[in-house]
Nanobody, 124 residues
Framework: QVQLVESGGGLVQAGGSLRLSCAAS????????MGWFRQAPGKEREFVAA????????YYADSVKGRFTISRDNSKNTVYLHINSLKPEETAVYYC?????????????????WGQGTQVTVSS
């Protein structure tokens, strides 16, 4: 079992920045690739970013490239998502997931464990 707890969400103006964190406990954090997804009301959960077990490889949705940065600190069992230049349409609940794989998936079905999510609201 892996328990994930997201934090760092909030209300921000368009163009603003946030840093989301996802703290993991349970099984060895470094055994899991990690991903961030988001889900807006009435929409499906969509891939945002992912990072390999060691942090050596990162993957991004085209819509966030250049504005979002995913990173991890295996010594702290934490994965981060730095978000810049936020847009109102990016208002959503942001979730982190753990994928027991060498290469993280971009589909939510690939992830075995999920956190409860953190709300990000972007005002125009």
């Amino acid at each position: 079992q892996v328990q994930l707890v997201e934090s760092g969400g909030g209300l921000v103006q368009a163009g603003g920045s946030l840093r989301l964190s996802c703290a993991a406990s349970g099984r060895t954090f470094s055994s899991y690739a990690m991903g961030w997804f988001r889900q807006a009301p009435g929409k499906e959960r969509e891939f945002v970013a992912a990072i390999s077990r060691t942090g050596g490889r990162t993957y991004y949705a085209d819509s966030v490239k250049g504005r979002f940065t995913i990173s991890r600190d295996n010594s702290k069992n934490t994965v981060y998502l730095h978000i810049n230049s936020l847009k109102p349409e990016e208002t959503a609940v942001y979730y982190c997931g753990a994928d027991y794989a060498v290469t993280p998936g971009t589909s939510s079905y690939a992830y075995e464990y999920w956190g409860q999510g953190t709300q990000v609201t972007v005002s125009s």
